[in-house]
Every structure is written in C-alpha cells, then in structure tokens.
C-alpha cells in the first residue's frame, strides 16, 4: 500500500553513498585506437628500415 509520503518512498529515503553508474566507454575506445595507431606506425617504422636495409 503506497501512500505516497516521503517517509515510505523508497527513491526520497534511500541514503545510500554509492554514485550512480553513469560511465560511458568513451575513453577505454580511445585509449584502443591510439593504442592501434601506434602499433600501426611501429609495423610501418619496423617495414620501413627492412626496405632500406634489403636496397
């Protein structure tokens, strides 16, 4: 039985400290496609000197 008062809602009494879980994967993506291209210039870097040495 609700009766609508503040003291029984469970949303306005909840006294909890924990933070609402509003995190988004924005920054674990971009972490992995800077991590990508780095790993894509080292191939590139380490493709580049085997040319050059095979000349």
Do not use: F
Request: hydrophobic share 35%.
């Amino acid at each position: 039985m609700d009766t609508g008062s503040p003291a029984t809602d469970d949303s306005v009494t909840k006294t909890s400290n924990e933070l609402p879980n509003t995190a988004s994967p924005m920054y674990n993506y971009m972490v992995t496609g800077l991590g990508l291209i780095l790993a894509g210039l080292v191939v590139m870097k380490v493709q580049n000197r085997k040319r050059r040495e095979n000349i």
